[in-house]
């Protein structure tokens, strides 16, 4: 098979909400480091041809020894950035330039499926940007700064979106590029595509890729992991 699959996992923050004193991204989960179980999952498959890990500036140099506990020849490091858009932009200068899709990852979401990684590539190799999605199902309510319900929000057609994200390679840069010009940012990358008018396909997520944000995240994410086997 043709690797022409980059990766970027962003791992450059602090995770502070999680508490503690070690990284979030580097603490242990379901039976591995958080930030390894997104390495192994996407050096599973042939068309990725590089993973790069996106770190704090403080750690790139001196990595947890068990990051190299992967396939050393397909793994780079690249340096986090101020914000979230900018570590992205940073793991992007180092995909190698034979690779046509590019995949963004947070290293948040550990237990990424199999097939959330296979539907979001398919979509980027049609031409498409790609996140996978959950359809929202709880009732959402609008409020003010004093907690007072302002609104029900309709959720009909509203998804919790996820990550990973795929994209023409193309395409992804073009949409950094004009957030650059803009000054725009934003939460995740798709949001960049669809500011300017670019097709972003929603495949279907799954709970088990939930984000790890608080100390109670670990605790329902090894549950999670059990239930998977």
Request: proline content about 5%; aromatic content about 4%.
């Amino acid at each position: 098979m043709k690797a022409d699959v980059g990766v970027v996992i962003v791992a450059g923050g602090k995770g502070a909400r999680a508490g503690g004193s070690e990284l979030k991204q580097f603490r242990w989960v379901a039976g591995k480091p958080m930030l390894l179980h997104s390495v192994h999952a996407f050096q599973e498959r042939a068309d990725v041809g590089m993973v790069v890990v996106v770190l704090p500036h403080a750690h790139v140099g001196d990595p947890p020894v068990w990051l190299f506990q992967s396939d050393t020849e397909r793994l780079l490091l690249s340096v986090g950035g101020r914000e979230r858009i900018d570590s992205v932009r940073n793991g992007m200068e180092d995909v190698p330039d034979d690779l046509d899709v590019i995949v963004i990852h947070d290293a948040a979401r550990p237990l990424v499926t199999a097939k959330m990684i296979d539907d979001v590539i398919t979509e980027a190799r049609k031409g498409n940007a790609a996140a996978p999605g959950i359809p929202v199902v709880d009732t959402l309510k609008r409020v003010d700064d004093d907690r007072h319900i302002v609104e029900t929000v309709e959720r009909t057609g509203l998804v919790r979106i996820q990550t990973p994200q795929a994209f023409p390679r193309d395409m992804l840069v073009e949409a950094h590029h004009k957030a650059i010009a803009d000054s725009v940012t934003a939460t995740d990358d798709a949001a960049l595509c669809e500011r300017i008018g670019m097709k972003v396909v929603v495949v279907p997520g799954n709970e088990l890729a939930m984000k790890i944000t608080s100390e109670e995240d670990f605790a329902r994410a090894e549950a999670l992991s059990i239930l998977r086997g």
